[in-house]
């Protein structure tokens, strides 16, 4: 098969080309990084939001204590209004008792304020640790997401104008068996090190002729050992 020297490196492009893209690169570990961290930070954001969620549901169940105590609080007066207009026994007993159970349901509330104050007080601080704990992965993430951006952009490699600059009859059999460096030693097709005089055969092919890998086929275009 003859090319030019010249070509010859065009064919090992358009195989080399040609090959990246059947295998496409693996994702960059900075983007794996990013999407791990996104990850992390859903979960942290979710956790956040429960966090104050319950804050919120304390804050409701404060409002409804006061609420109820200040209740509490009037009918507790208004017996005490009434007692000391009442004459009647019965009424009175009645209105003892009324004013003794609001007393005592308003120390029980008393009492239910005070748990709710200080559990309220380490739901707040458990809300502040989640939403610094999601501050930080707010910064890794901005972090990891310049570092993607910062990756060399890939650049697509126009196999169809390098299929445009070989020969026909070089690219029928470069569809057929492929093409690939060999360094005197290995063919990087089939990544075989060839036996001595196998070698010395395909050296010994023109420098205008494109030797065959002897056990792959391949197209060989012999480059300087690395
Ligand atoms: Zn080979």
Redesign the pocket.
């Known amino acids: 098969m003859n090319l030019s020297p010249e070509l010859q490196p065009v064919l090992l492009e358009l195989a080399t080309a040609d090959r990246r893209n059947a295998h496409p690169a693996a994702v960059a570990p900075e983007q794996k990084e990013l999407d791990a961290l996104l990850g992390e930070r859903e979960r942290l954001a979710s956790a956040a939001a429960a966090a104050q969620m319950a804050v919120d549901d304390m804050e409701l169940e404060i409002l409804r204590i006061q609420e109820d105590e200040r209740k509490l609080k009037k009918r507790e007066l208004d017996d005490k209004r009434q007692l000391s207009a009442e004459t009647d026994p019965d009424r009175r007993r009645d209105l003892e008792h009324d004013r003794y159970a609001a007393k005592s349901r308003i120390a029980d509330l008393l009492y239910e304020l005070k748990e709710a104050h200080n559990e309220i007080a380490a739901l707040r601080n458990n809300r502040d640790n989640h939403g610094a704990r999601l501050d930080e992965a707010d910064r890794k993430v901005a972090a990891a997401r310049r570092a993607v951006e910062a990756l060399p952009e890939k650049k697509a490699v126009d196999t169809d104008s390098l299929r445009a600059q070989l020969p026909a009859d070089v690219l029928a059999v470069y569809e057929d068996v492929g093409a690939?460096s060999f360094n005197g030693r290995t063919?990087n097709?089939?990544f075989?090190q060839l036996p001595a005089a196998e070698r010395a055969e395909v050296m010994a092919v023109p420098a205008d002729e494109l030797p065959t890998?002897p056990?792959?086929g391949?197209l060989l275009v012999r480059v300087e050992a690395a």
């Open positions: 690939a063919c097709s089939c075989l890998c056990n792959c391949a």
